[in-house]
């Protein structure tokens, strides 16, 4: 078995036990992994204890190798850690007690029509998850606007991936995370990781970055902390939280000045230089320097690398996406890449790292606010015309764009009255969280569906047991745009539906018998059909196609028929004879430098930033019920440098709390010296006490909605 091994999971064979039993009892089913984007390939058998994982070496993005979340996903099958029936709270004891499916359905379908008739369509709310497959996003997408009649749907993407994907939009007229392989990134000259701890969220993936000093490349990281991934780089940045636009800027003022910049492919591939050429030169490195406290010298050497190189990329996370300014700041390592003549040039380009098992997917079909499937705007008539030809529906029946993630959750208990959640946990993971759960509470009625009682589902009204990854079909697509097929390969404890079959028996009771088939492949189908002549073409896609070359998925566009003699390959390369914009040529954006929503002041002196560690997930909904995870990571704390932690007086250990003006938790300090001394870090995994978004600050980025997660101003006082 060749699993990862890090010093917080140590390699061994999978023995995570499920009681599930396989669907085919012989060999391994080759299936996904539940979690994050890179959608590692692995195997599912029956072995003495249960459902066990085995190795996959013939999926190529991780080879084999699979995280400790990975190998112990099948943990999360066990009917001792999950829901198995639906809940329905008790007019009488106000508790959730169990019910059959048919109450269940009747009371959700019941309060979102009461919802309907007293305060209209648009008091209904849907939200979705990431973690979705592509039918479910595109089934809850269609529900809301066919069956509810809303515009208010969105989903936690919003919180992921949205200013990479609004920045690549902006200047490449499409928005694939990574416009290449990820083997490619092993054979760049020069690769600048901005805010991506990698090696402890996608560890398989951290044998690119090996390859990549072994071929001779130079690997630049850009964090404030000195994380695992950091540790690997041949130059390590540390700036300021919130600094990564000026950063970026000062690195292209250098190239600048240096003569390093492409004019060939400036006046061939690309418009907008001047202007933004003009707002990069008043970012002086000394000024530069101010802002990010990354020294002039480093500016000097990383400019110079990355310009020199003949191959070069930049790849950014959630370090620089996740601020009030985030469009802009990706926006300007993407000028970076263009006047130096990078994207849509050979093992070169900027690419996002996404986040989400089916992030990708899940921002393409219609469960975005403002978006149709096939990544098409809701706002252009020739696409609502389009999909509501496929859906069967008046164009004008569709309703408009409605509000982002965050600002949908503020408008709970306002004019939003009602709401259903698939796939995400908010209480947990929205900014500003304690006014989000109080929101929450103040529904009329909220129906979840989850499956594990999550901090979110604890305050629903109905609360409806769904079937997880193993023990379904359906298509994901991961960060490299690489379209896949998960494959059931248990079957699901009786009790539990579908997220389907949940969409159809709630769609049939609001009186749409047809159009939400529960046959994942019959909705694959169909969103074929309505992704076709989109951004996101699945045309040329089928089921069939899918389980070929070993499963190694077919990467979109992939337009015209899935058979025959001319069925278009995929498209593993974007960009390489012309940019999706209508002239073909990539803009530059000009954009400038500006403080974050919050900076720290007297009375709050101290950037909090937020982020993950490797034994945990997202919300923790799943991992937290994993033992050997909880092992591992088990539970908050914040990183805090020994300097600040001398002047507190708190030692390693010891319990501090944590104040900014949103709210207060109590955790133990860590103290090391891998993080600025300006700068304390907290994960956002554990609800309760420790609760790092009860402190986080919800500025949103003007054009992608992003919430502020990465920066905010705190103090740290004696718990
Ligand atoms: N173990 C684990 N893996 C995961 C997940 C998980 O929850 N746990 N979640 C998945 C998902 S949905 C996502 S989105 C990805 C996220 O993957 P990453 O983006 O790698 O994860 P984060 O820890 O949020 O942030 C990465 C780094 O950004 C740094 N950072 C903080 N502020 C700044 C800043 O202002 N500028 C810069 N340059 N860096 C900054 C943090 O110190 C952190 O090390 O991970 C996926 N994989
Ligand atoms: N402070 C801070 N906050 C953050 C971030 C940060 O870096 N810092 N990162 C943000 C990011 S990038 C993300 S992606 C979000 C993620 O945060 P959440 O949206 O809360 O993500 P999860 O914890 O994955 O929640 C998924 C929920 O859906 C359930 N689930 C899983 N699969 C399915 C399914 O197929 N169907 C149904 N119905 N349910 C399912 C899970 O059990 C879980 O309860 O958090 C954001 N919040
Ligand atoms: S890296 Fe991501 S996809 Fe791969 S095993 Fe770990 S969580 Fe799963
Ligand atoms: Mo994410």
Not at 144 to 153: D, K, M, N, P, Y
Not at 219 to 239: K, N
Not at 648 to 653: E, H, K, S, T
Not at 697 to 719: G, I, N, Q
């Amino acid at each position: 078995m060749h699993f990862m091994a890090t010093s917080e999971q140590a390699a061994r064979p999978a023995a995570a036990s499920g009681p599930g039993t396989l669907a085919s009892d012989t060999a391994a089913t080759p299936t996904h992994c539940p979690y994050c984007a890179l959608q590692c390939g692995m195997g599912l058998v029956r072995g003495p204890g249960g459902v066990e994982v085995v190795e996959r070496p013939a999926f190529p993005v991780n080879g084999g190798a699979l995280c400790g979340k990975g190998r112990t996903a099948p943990a999360v099958l066990s009917s001792r850690v999950r829901l198995t029936g639906p809940l329905v709270r008790s007019a009488v004891s106000g508790e959730l007690e169990p019910a059959g499916w048919d109450e269940a359905l009747d009371r959700v379908a019941d309060g979102l029509a009461r919802t309907r008739a007293a305060y209209g369509a648009d008091a209904c709310g849907v939200f979705g998850g990431g973690g979705l497959t592509n039918e479910k996003a595109y089934t809850l997408g269609k529900f809301a606007r066919v069956v509810l009649g809303t515009s208010q749907i969105d989903y936690n993407g919003r919180f992921c991936m949205s200013s990479a994907a609004a920045a690549g939009t902006r200047a490449f007229g499409l928005d694939r995370g990574l416009p290449f392989p990820l083997a490619d990134v092993a054979r760049t000259g020069c690769l600048i990781l901005v805010g991506s701890n990698l090696a402890e969220t996608m560890p398989p993936a951290l044998r690119y970055l090996t390859e990549l000093k072994e071929n001779g490349g130079t690997l630049i990281v850009v964090d404030p902390r000195r994380t695992r991934t950091a540790e690997q780089a041949d130059l390590h940045l540390a700036p300021r939280p919130g600094t990564d636009l000026a950063l970026a800027l000062g690195l292209l003022h250098l190239v600048v000045a240096e003569g390093g910049t492409d004019e060939a492919y400036i006046r061939e591939r690309t418009t907008g230089w001047e202007e933004a050429r003009a707002a990069v030169m008043a970012h002086w490195p000394e000024y530069v320097e101010r802002i990010t406290g990354v020294p002039v010298p480093q500016l000097r050497d990383v400019a110079r690398r990355f310009a020199a190189a003949e191959h070069a990329m930049v790849l950014t996370a959630r370090g620089p996406e996740q601020q009030a300014k985030g469009t802009d700041t990706v926006g300007a390592w993407i000028n970076l890449c263009l006047a130096t003549g990078r994207p849509g040039r050979p093992l070169s380009g900027y690419g996002c790292l996404t986040g989400q098992g089916n992030g990708q997917g899940g921002r393409e079909h219609g469960q975005k606010a403002d978006q149709l499937p096939g990544y098409r705007k809701l706002t252009d008539p020739a696409a609502r015309a389009h999909v509501a030809g496929v859906w069967g529906v008046d164009p004008d029946s569709l309703p408009g764009p409605g509000r982002s993630a965050y600002e949908l959750l503020d408008a709970l208990g306002g004019d939003v009255k009602s709401l259903l959640l698939m796939g995400s946990n908010p209480v947990v993971s929205a900014p500003r969280a304690a006014h989000v759960e109080e929101r929450i509470r103040s529904l009329d009625f909220l129906a979840v569906a989850d499956v594990v009682l999550s901090e979110t589902a604890q305050l629903a009204d109905v609360v409806l047991p769904v079937t997880q990854w193993a023990e379904e079909t359906g298509t994901v697509t991961n960060l490299e745009g690489r379209v896949l097929l998960r494959r059931r390969a248990v079957d699901p404890p009786d009790g539990v539906r579908t997220d389907l079959e949940v969409l159809h028996g709630l769609a049939s009771r609001l009186g749409h018998g047809k159009g939400f088939p529960v046959d994942p492949e019959e909705v694959f189908e169909e969103l074929r059909r309505a992704s076709a002549g989109g951004v996101a073409d699945y045309s040329g896609i089928s089921y069939g196609r899918l389980v070929e070359d070993e499963g190694a998925g077919v990467f979109w566009p992939c337009p015209g028929a899935p058979d025959g003699e001319g069925a278009h390959a995929g498209t593993p390369r974007l960009f390489l004879e012309r940019f999706a914009t209508e002239d073909g040529l990539a803009r530059f954006v000009p954009v400038v430098h500006r403080d974050s929503a919050e900076e720290p002041d007297g009375e709050y002196p101290v950037v909090l930033t937020t982020g993950r560690v490797l034994a945990q997930y997202q919300s923790g909904a799943q991992t937290r019920r994993v033992d050997e995870l909880n092992a591992a990571a088990p539970g908050p704390f914040v990183e805090v440098h020994p300097r600040l932690a001398a002047r507190l007086r708190v030692a390693d250990g010891e319990t501090v709390a944590v104040v900014s003006r949103r709210g207060r938790v109590v955790v133990p300090a860590r103290v090391t010296p891998g993080i600025r001394p300006d700068t304390v870090f907290m994960p956002f995994h554990w609800p309760g006490e420790g609760r790092a978004n009860t402190l986080t600050h919800p500025a949103l980025d003007p054009v992608s909605r992003m919430p502020e997660f990465k920066v905010c101003a705190v103090r740290l006082e004696p718990a």
